[in-house]
């Protein structure tokens, strides 16, 4: 059956997309794992303890969710820009500033009776948008300028964070003593308690939304079609009729209103108000690991975003039961991203494939 | 009155321009030789580790000053490998090295000091009239560095091969020998900037010591057009508009924010790039890995 072959050839592809990122995991794990006996502590302690603060009751999955929730957004947010061979590094700032639009959202708009329900709505809709105009910066430098995106989006990330920080104390907290913005009105809360004893919120649901429309606009709209083929070759798009500036537009403008989409989910889902920060929170850069290792594709985003969200969730945990410093997860964190990168470095391994091709040939 | 401000303000201008123009430095050898460099961000923060573990364990700070350049030039040579050798995409391992230095620095704080904020005083390197002495080192080596590159056979290699790579090749010089001097070389300068943060304003390590700071010498590396003395005038701007900031502050001007001054730099650098304050070019192969085709 022609049917037949053709989920093995999907299935062989999947394993052989999947071997670098698996194999990056297990030497970033032993690297950690080095690290922990370089400090002196007990690995096999480590180790119960992660499993304990990760999936040992289901309330503490639940909080492995919640790590992983934000995650899920800002991998699809690399990924998708990725896939126009845009390099978003802006995630940090296009959250920040999605942040922001949800406090103005949810603290100074009261919906009128009856519309309570509009209220999250609007609410992820505006983090949205903030996102989007963030990264279309980016996204219309790039196209009428030509000037390379990551630098753009790094100075941006930089812009936001003070552009936030600005606008929370000159006009979105209610004392100079208070180091957050006014809270949000109930009514523009995401609702948390999925899981009974966790704080695992209906953003979930938002962000596995998020995964189906981001397959559906990639691999079955002619939009995602001009967008994977600019990436693949601008040249060849460009020749081919498609219009390369407004593809390169409009994925950054995506890629930057699925980075609000985490801004949003968080502060309605989680914090309930905007935090004052000195730094980024990281799920930006995150981001960048959760879509390389999940091979740009929307499914593998939401398991390496799960790999992520353990990780993050576990290092508090570990310290607290294990005494491991919390550092070993950036270690751990900053060599996935690493082993993934260097992909070349596993390139022993086609090689040997090719052989074995060649001789049984 | 006046000239005890502009003094003062000159002062913390410098100050604040060296870290930033030694990093900057850095990033120009790597990226002059084809090398995107968004690491100099954790190659600073491990040799501001650097720094004062070794003068911590030596008791002398010169050996410090050794000590940063050494782990600056460790932390270059992962991304060097891993872009020159297995034609990594350079932001994203750039990225991981940022990552790594931040686990790793505030690994080894918890490992050697037991604590997680910062490390004990260790001896540092003294002023020299009344200015650390890698202000001058900063200023110094910003010639030098334009003299080795525009001025030199070597500079000439350094700068054909990020430009043009198959060219440089076709004319027998080693590209992959060249990119490696490039990336180790911002391992160097990073380290120093490291260390003028960790043993040369302060006396020791701070967790995340080093804020940001990384990103804004890469500012400076385009404001400044890729070039030593550009990059010079660019942190000197910068540096100024920090320290105007805080001069503001100590003489009641509230109603500028310094979140303003803090941004200056970044909108300046994408005001550049598109454009409006001056043309910025690129090396015409800045990140794009080259493989020999033989």
Redesign the interface.
């Known amino acids: 059956m022609p049917n037949d072959s053709r989920w093995k050839q999907v299935l062989k592809d999947g394993l052989e997309a999947l071997t670098v990122p698996v194999l990056a995991t297990i030497v970033g794990l032993a690297v950690g794992m080095l690290a922990i006996i370089i400090a002196g502590k007990d690995p096999v302690a480590a180790s119960r303890a992660f499993y304990r603060a990760v999936a040992g009751e289901p309330r503490m999955f639940g909080e492995t969710l919640v790590s992983t929730i934000p995650l899920i957004f800002t991998g699809l947010a690399v990924a998708f820009a990725y896939r126009c061979g845009l390099f978003n590094i802006g995630v940090e700032g296009q959250y920040l500033m999605a942040q922001i639009a949800v406090v103005v959202v949810g603290v100074f708009w009261t919906p009128p009776p009856g519309l309570a329900w509009l209220h999250p709505i609007l609410a992820l809709a505006a983090g949205a948008l903030a996102g989007a105009l963030w990264a279309g910066i980016s996204g219309v430098l790039k196209a009428w300028r030509g000037i390379h995106e990551v630098i753009n989006s790094i100075m941006l990330n930089y812009v936001g964070l003070f552009m936030a920080d600005w606008l929370l104390k000159y006009y979105l907290r209610p004392d100079n003593s208070r180091a957050a913005s006014f809270d949000l009105q109930k009514t523009a809360w995401l609702q948390q308690g999925l899981i009974e004893g966790s704080r695992l919120h209906t953003g979930l649901w938002v962000a596995l939304g998020a995964v189906v429309v981001v397959w559906i606009i990639l691999f079955k709209t002619s939009l995602g079609y001009e967008i994977r083929s600019v990436g693949f070759s601008p040249g060849a798009a460009e020749y081919g009729g498609i219009s390369v500036a407004k593809s390169l537009i409009l994925a950054m403008a995506i890629s930057g209103a699925l980075a609000g989409l985490a801004g949003a989910v968080q502060t309605m889902g989680i914090n309930h108000r905007f935090n004052e920060t000195a730094a980024f929170v990281g799920y930006g850069f995150d981001g960048i690991a959760v879509a390389l290792v999940g091979r740009l594709h929307p499914v593998g985003v939401v398991l390496a975003a799960l790999l992520f969200g353990a990780l993050d969730r576990s290092g508090p945990m570990m310290q607290a039961m294990a005494d491991v410093p919390k550092a070993v997860v950036w270690i751990v964190q900053g060599a996935v991203i690493f082993f993934v990168a260097a992909e070349g470095l596993w390139s022993f391994l086609k090689k040997r494939r090719v052989k074995k091709e060649v001789t049984t040939a | 009155m006046i000239w005890v401000a502009l003094s003062t303000l000159l002062i913390a201008t410098l100050r604040s321009a060296t870290p930033l123009l030694l990093a900057a430095l850095g990033g120009i050898f790597s990226e002059r030789s084809g090398v ?1 460099n ?1 690491a100099l961000e954790g190659i600073m923060l491990s040799g501001a580790w650097g720094a004062v573990f070794f003068s911590y364990i030596s008791g002398n700070a010169w050996v410090g000053l050794l000590g940063a350049i050494l782990v600056g030039v460790l932390m270059a040579g ?1 991304h060097a ?2 872009s020159i ?5 350079q ?3 750039g ?10 620095t ?2 080894m704080l ?2 050697i000091w037991g604590q ?1 904020g910062g490390s004990p005083s260790v001896a540092a390197i003294p002023n020299v009239g009344g200015l650390s002495l890698f202000v001058y080192l900063a200023f110094g080596l910003a010639i030098v560095s334009w003299f080795a590159l525009y001025r030199t056979p070597w500079g000439l290699r350094l700068r054909s091969v990020g430009e043009h790579p198959l060219a440089a090749d076709t004319v027998g010089i080693n590209v992959y020998k060249m990119r490696y001097a490039g990336v180790l070389l911002s391992g160097v300068f990073g380290g120093l900037a490291g260390a003028s943060l960790s043993i040369g304003l302060l006396s020791r390590f701070v967790h ?1 010591m080093s ?2 700071k990384g ?2 010498a ?2 400076a590396v ?1 404001f400044g057009n890729w070039n030593p003395l550009g990059a010079m005038g660019a942190t000197l701007l910068f540096g100024a508009s920090e320290s105007l900031g805080t001069m503001f502050q100590i003489f009641g001007i509230e109603n500028v ?1 310094t ?2 001054f ?2 200056t ?3 300046l ?2 005001l550049a ?3 409006f304050v001056g043309r910025s070019v ?1 090396p015409a192969a800045d ?1 794009v890995p080259y493989k020999k085709t033989t």
């Not at chain 2, 050798?85 to 995409?89: I, Q």
């Not at chain 2, 990225?95 to 790793?104: K, P, Q, V, Y």
């Open positions: 995107v968004i992962l490998v891993a050798k297995y034609h990594a995409d932001v994203v391992s990225t991981a090295i940022n990552l790594l230095a931040t686990g790793f505030e690994f918890n490992r997680a995340g804020a940001g990103f804004i890469l500012a385009i924010p979140q303003f803090a941004m730099p970044y909108v650098t994408m790039l598109a454009g690129a990140g």
